[in-house]
């Protein structure tokens, strides 16, 4: 696991020595979420785009269009030029003010990923995806019970989205392969923690195979 | 700082590269939450508690001192043992059923940090201390600006509050000595994360001349 | 309907002009809120009491065997005694400070509507079951598509919980024998609202039907 | 009192026996929230339109030239032709449909209200101006610890978001000239349950000697 090497073996026991892990497995409705993939995330010309984003985007690209062919929901995220300080929030970063992130396309969602007219972009400005936006009462909507989250980064936007769909109470699945980070021990221990407790982080094959067998 | 030698100087400097890290500052009306400092979390022979957890309560304890002494307000979450599957969510952990967990004093604030009678312990299910209790109105009607994190563990509950405390636009400090955690990179690597984007990890004294140079 | 006397023809018409009104009908996996049926709220002999809160009661007991007897959730609601200004809210009322208040059973759910160990009762401090309270994230674990909402008080309780309800895009259903209110013209009023625009007011034979039907 | 003649004696006769009613006042940091006075909601052309909007809007104008001029913050509320059905809810309402609905500016909060740039309107779907909206977070954000809530229909989205407010513990101020609906019984018996539970209804006037006074 991507975690191997990162988190050392005494410390992983401490975690055995609580009862961690094991699994939630997959319910009978799932979403699927694609949090931030918008070009400002993804171009690696950008100052926020993980290194493997790009490959990351093709690879949630196949598991879009195994959602699309079984008509399951899809849900995006992105961001915008927020309007007002408290619109912004208090976000320790300066980048967001650099000229390149003026571009028109900065905050469109990467063209591979192109959200369909019946897919809704939720324009969020905190971590996870359910924060100020109406994700919840649309996952509600569909009778969701399983989301799989996938996008960028790892340790922030898809982390703070897994934690809030654990808190409440959906089942929560990250395929591995289809999240990414700008550094990649943030991105080992992020994927550790959640398979410790939150959800199960499992390969891309794993999550197609119980899309199918549900 | 606690992640020197955890996060990589190439990780350290994508982070520059996007502008992160920064200072949040105090504001005028802080509060004090300490998270999940209860037996089962703190006392060795527990398999929730972290190593160095009451050393931590010792420090915490004096930090709770001079927020009484100015009378400003203080909160506390524990746990219990909740009746149903719905209530107790989908945590993956089992150690919660071991023999010792019903010990009559489990879920007890440990003595050192005794809330009074006219301060409020939210008992909570989920990671952040907002997910489902009344914390966020509480704050609001003390007019709170500020959040002064502590408690255990690191990555997980005192993280999950930073994180909901930051997306309610709440100035978030966090005392470095005055959080603990299980696995000695977890910690680091939260700590981390919030000080580039969420917070200001900062010494314990920091946090105190801060509170009173307000 | 309840409320023909009480709102005046032409403002009936009013939301005609708009197109309000129609039907929601029932889901899959509907669930039970019994909102507030505690001894100050029922027994005629406490302030808070509506006059006909004893039937209510009586009628919400055939409704919840009803739900019992096909295994489908339940939950209820009560308050307490809260320990701080800020733990019990800004109420403008003066009542909940009398001396009949203070009986050990003011805050227990009435004999007759009893909860099983089994089933969750929210202590709640605002009008809606869900506000600072795990409602929602126990009705995701349920996979919950509909509430049917009863109890006390129509117009505040009961509205502010049929509210959320709606918000959270669940469909609303309110057996119109099984909600009571202090005053007659806000227990009608409080219905129409909500049948014009968030939820269907049906008999409770209707409800029953309803759930047999699924 | 609007509600004379509405709600009879003798049911205000039991809201004083629960001792219901009273005053919360003003705090010291107000904010304004304008809530659904775009054009489909203030022309009468438009099926959705209060009949003393266009005076309401008129009298907002003033309220809202007093918040600026003391700089404080104002925030308003308008809605869109939403994508999905998710994201739309589950409405009972057929009229926004209507042609006249698609109007260009049919969504546009109206000239004498014109938001200036460096002041934030949401984009809702619920009646609650807090509901799925980062409303609560610029609050914060601001310090507020009073919302006077103006604008349109009294009975929904300014009832909702008086009630959201109320139970965030936030000071909630009604002036009374400052808020129409389409039917005078629903306006009446709204303003009588807020005054006497959860905020207080009073004149323009007053509240602009609060404003003043603070």
Not at 33 to 41: E, G, I, K, S
Not at 52 to 77: K, Q
Not at 81 to 101: C, D, F, L, N, Q
Request: with cysteine.
């Amino acid at each position: 696991m991507p975690w191997d090497g990162v988190i050392p073996e005494a410390e992983q026991a401490e975690y055995e020595r609580g009862g961690w892990g094991g699994t939630v497995g997959f319910g009978e409705r799932p979403a699927l979420l694609v949090v931030d993939m918008y070009t400002a995330f993804v171009d690696p010309a950008y100052p926020f785009a993980a290194k493997d984003a790009p490959e990351t985007a093709t690879r949630i690209a196949g598991l879009l269009a195994e959602f699309r062919r079984r008509e399951l929901p899809v849900f995006f995220s992105t961001a915008r030029r927020e309007p007002t300080p408290a619109s912004r929030g208090r976000w320790k970063v300066t980048g967001t003010a650099a000229p390149i992130m003026q571009n028109a396309d900065a905050y469109d969602i990467v063209p591979e990923l192109a959200p369909r007219d019946d897919e809704y972009v939720f324009v969020k400005t905190y971590p996870s995806m359910f924060a100020g936006t109406t994700l919840l009462s649309q996952l509600i909507y569909h009778r969701v019970d399983t989301v799989v989250v996938t996008g960028t980064v790892t340790s922030g936007c898809v982390r703070g989205t897994c934690l809030d769909a654990f808190s409440q109470n959906y089942i929560v699945n990250v395929p591995l392969e289809c999240v990414c980070d700008r550094g990649a021990v943030s991105h080992a221990v992020a994927l550790f923690e959640i398979q410790m407790k939150y959800g199960d982080v499992v390969p891309l094959q794993t999550v197609v195979e119980r899309l199918e067998g549900r």
